[in-house]
């Protein structure tokens, strides 16, 4: 037996060409991953407009709540002058503000929420609304609430010691009595005052 052969009889020759064979598979089917992501991206481009962020909205997380979009006062849900509804919220180690959400259901909802402090997120009951919260950047995303109802809305970024009381909720009201209730020009919340 000399260095070329190997226990089982086999030369190195062998071995390099299994080698070979298995390296040419792998990277076949590497290619093949590789031209699904491809083809999906391009899918989901092409069939739901679906593109990575076109601009990135900043914000100072130590002055919102003095002054701009997300003073307090603000905060909630609201029908806007182009007729859109428009939720407001900010995450704070360990709450939401506010509390508890009011939205339409049946209707585009706008989500625009920020953090104060450190990386937060929510997702809300078993809908696709899901969105992380950076501070120094304003998060937005339009979704619709198709049935009327209640959802929990945890926050799902791991903030810190509290993180697991940490939790909103969201109610999903009849579209025409979320109008009636917005018409009066008010944030529409449900948190009890
Ligand atoms: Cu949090």
């Known amino acids: 037996m000399n260095a070329a052969t190997t226990p089982a009889g086999h ?13 040419r ?5 590497v290619a093949v991953i590789i031209a699904l992501l491809v083809a999906m991206m391009v899918f989901t ?16 997380p130590r002055t919102l ?29 360990y709450s939401f503000e506010p509390q508890c959400i009011v939205v339409p259901a049946g209707m585009p909802v706008t ?3 920020t953090s104060t402090d450190v990386v937060h997120g929510f997702i809300v009951g078993t809908t696709n609304a899901n ?22 809305m945890p926050c799902h970024e791991y903030c ?8 909103a909720r ?16 008010e944030k529409v919340t449900c948190v009890r005052r």
Request: cysteine-free.
């Open 11 to 23: 030369s190195s020759a062998d071995a390099h060409d299994v080698a070979a064979a298995a390296e």
């Open 25 to 29: 598979r792998w990277a076949w089917i």
């Open 45 to 60: 481009g092409i069939k739901w407009a679906a593109m990575p962020p076109s601009r990135v909205e900043t914000i100072d």
């Open 65 to 93: 709540h003095i002054s701009g979009e997300f003073v307090e006062s603000n905060l909630g849900t609201t029908i806007g002058p182009d007729g859109r509804v428009v939720s407001r919220l900010i995450a704070q180690q």
């Open 111 to 113: 989500f625009r929420a």
């Open 131 to 152: 969105t992380m919260l950076v501070p120094g950047f304003v998060a937005t995303f339009t979704t619709t609430f198709q049935r009327p109802g209640e959802h929990l």
């Open 160 to 167: 810190g010691t509290g993180h697991e009381a940490m939790w």
């Open 170 to 185: 969201v109610q999903v009201l009849p579209a025409q009595e979320f109008m009636k209730r917005a018409a009066r020009g």
